[in-house]
């Protein structure tokens, strides 16, 4: 057996970079102070805070007051829907989402729409792009707010947040976007951006799991999910997690550095280089999702005749580290629900197949996959009653 | 997918009696693309007795591993013996399978029954049934959870 490991899930999530683990160390046996308190240990952490806030401020260029630490980005996904919802329903009671988002988002809008809310929820086109015209026609007197997810997690596909933003604000609409796979990857600049509200993750950019956070523009007002000690400019009750926070601070830190110096674009060549390799190498095989409007980490294909979850664990015997939305890797009836609202048939979408590139990934590593996966769909696809030939 | 046992890794890694059959005495395909899972089971049988099983399956891992467990465990036995496998007897042999992965052993049985029907319907000049791609799955058999993105 080969022992080569290449891990190609980084939009499950990413590992913590060390130099991010190395700023959080510190936070758990020495620098143990509650931010809210007012002696030295408290002091001290509060201060790491504040940087840590206005670390992931300025990868979005917000004001640090604009930041709400969450924990997570489901929370903050939460935190965003509800709370408007909650301040805006005597103006209103009708949401607009679409149909591809997170369930973080999407189950919390059918959630509204049991407490008596009205949601539409939008459709998309075969690449996974809201079509904007359509957008517009959904956006109605009692509309308080739209949300759409930056990028996709299963496709990668990046939607006209722009243009849905500007539709937003020229209706009075709150404009909330879940840009927890984009933010990190792709230069946002909520000054140039019409957006009112913007989810992030850390685990997504190099940062620690369980800690998110929520950018809410000035003048947006929303109600908290969690309430008590009055943390988070009263919207997020709770003992910070301070060393989450401060490595989320870290690696937004990263993460601008990572954009300015290019280092993205790279990550995006050998992307380019893993699409081309994948789309020739395997016969039958097609991109889910937009071509360029894509996030630059991200290749998803659909792989005929052939099964997910089989394909995913024949990978990880070779050391490859992939994701599919075939039933049997959701757990659930359905393929996944994103590719069956791009129009796929349930048996194409059963041989999804995601792989997601890293920072830390390699020509070779591209190499190595484009050598293993080929035998692999041409193994299982002798198997199969649909085709024989990979 | 961790959840599989060793026995289990080893059926899907390198299973048996994988491929298609020329001109076979009978031929059973059951499942259903929309859910997953399609299994083509094609039997040689000589005075009564299975001599040569093939499978073709579309499926995940369990899915094929119980393909190549049931098509052993039948080769060489005799048709009326081939009735009387069941699912249990499948994911017993081997080794137990995870519960929402039982209804791929319920998928090999139904395969091998029914390409003993079809042997069974060409000795008395019947023509073939259609394949029998179910509009119901078989998962709601197995836990049922969200589909959960990341």
Not at chain 1, 167 to 190: K, M, S, W, Y
Not at chain 2, 17 to 44: F, H, Q, S, T, W
Request: hydrophobic share 40%.
């Amino acid at each position: 057996m080969n022992s080569r490991k290449v891990y190609m899930d980084h939009s499950a999530t990413t590992f913590v970079d060390r130099s991010v683990l190395e700023r959080m160390l510190p936070f758990f046996s020495e620098k143990y102070g509650n931010p809210n308190s007012i002696h030295a240990w408290g002091r001290e952490v509060r201060s790491s805070v504040d940087e840590a806030r206005a670390s992931v401020a300025r990868l979005l260029n917000a004001d640090p007051r604009e930041i709400l630490f969450t924990g997570g980005g489901s929370e903050a996904d939460n935190l965003a829907i509800k709370g408007v919802a909650e301040v805006l329903s005597e103006k209103g009671r009708h949401v607009v989402t679409t149909a591809i988002e997170h369930h973080a988002v999407l189950d919390t809008v059918k959630w509204l729409g049991k407490q008596g809310y009205d949601v539409t929820i939008l459709p998309v086109g075969p690449d996974g792009l809201v079509d904007v015209e359509v957008f517009r026609k959904a956006i109605r007197r009692d509309t308080i707010l739209a949300t759409v997810m930056y990028a996709n997690n299963e496709v990668g596909t990046v939607q006209p947040i722009r243009e849905m933003g500007t539709i937003c604000r020229e209706n009075g609409v709150l404009f909330h976007t879940d840009a927890v796979q984009a933010a990190g990857h792709i230069p946002i600049d909520v000054k140039d951006l019409p957006v009112d509200l913007l989810t992030m993750a850390a685990h997504k950019m190099y940062g620690p799991k369980g800690v998110g956070a929520l950018y809410v523009r000035k003048g947006v007002r929303i109600a908290p999910l969690v309430h008590g000690g009055g943390q988070e400019f009263g919207l997020r009750s709770g003992t910070e997690n301070t060393a989450g926070i401060v490595g989320f601070g870290a690696a937004a830190d990263l993460a601008a550095r990572r954009i300015e110096s290019g280092e993205i674009n790279e990550e995006l060549r050998l992307r380019d280089r893993l699409i081309d390799g994948v789309l020739s190498r395997v016969g039958d095989s097609s991109l889910t999702g937009h071509r360029t409007f894509r996030l630059p980490f991200h290749a998803s294909f659909c792989i005929r005749y052939i099964e997910g979850e089989a394909m995913l664990l024949r990978l990880d015997f070779a050391g490859i580290g992939a994701s599919s939305g075939s039933a049997c890797t959701s757990g659930s009836l359905e393929p996944s629900y994103v590719l069956l609202a791009m129009g796929l048939d349930h048996a194409t979408a059963h041989g999804s197949l995601r792989l997601t590139l890293g920072k830390d990934t390699t020509e070779g590593d591209i190499d190595y996959i484009l050598e293993m996966l080929p035998p692999i769909v041409q193994t299982l696809r002798a198997m199969s009653p649909f085709k024989k030939n990979a | 997918m961790s959840m599989y046992n060793e026995k289990v890794i080893a059926a899907f890694m390198n299973p048996k009696n994988v491929g298609a059959m020329e001109n076979p005495d009978g031929v059973g395909e059951v499942g259903n693309p929309r859910c997953g899972d399609v299994m083509k089971i094609y039997l040689r049988v000589e005075d009564e007795r299975i001599v040569d099983i093939r499978f073709e399956t579309f499926g995940c891992a369990a899915a094929i591993a119980t393909s190549s467990m049931a098509t052993e465990m039948v080769k060489g036995r005799t048709v009326e013996e081939a009735l009387k496998l069941t699912n249990k007897d499948v994911a017993n042999a081997l080794g137990g399978l995870p519960p929402e992965k039982i209804h791929c052993s319920l998928l090999a049985e139904e395969g091998i029954h029914a390409a003993v029907e079809d042997y069974r319907r060409r000795l008395e000049g019947l023509p073939s049934l259609p394949p029998r791609h179910d509009a119901v799955c078989h998962h709601d058999l197995g836990e049922e959870e969200e589909n959960r993105g990341a």
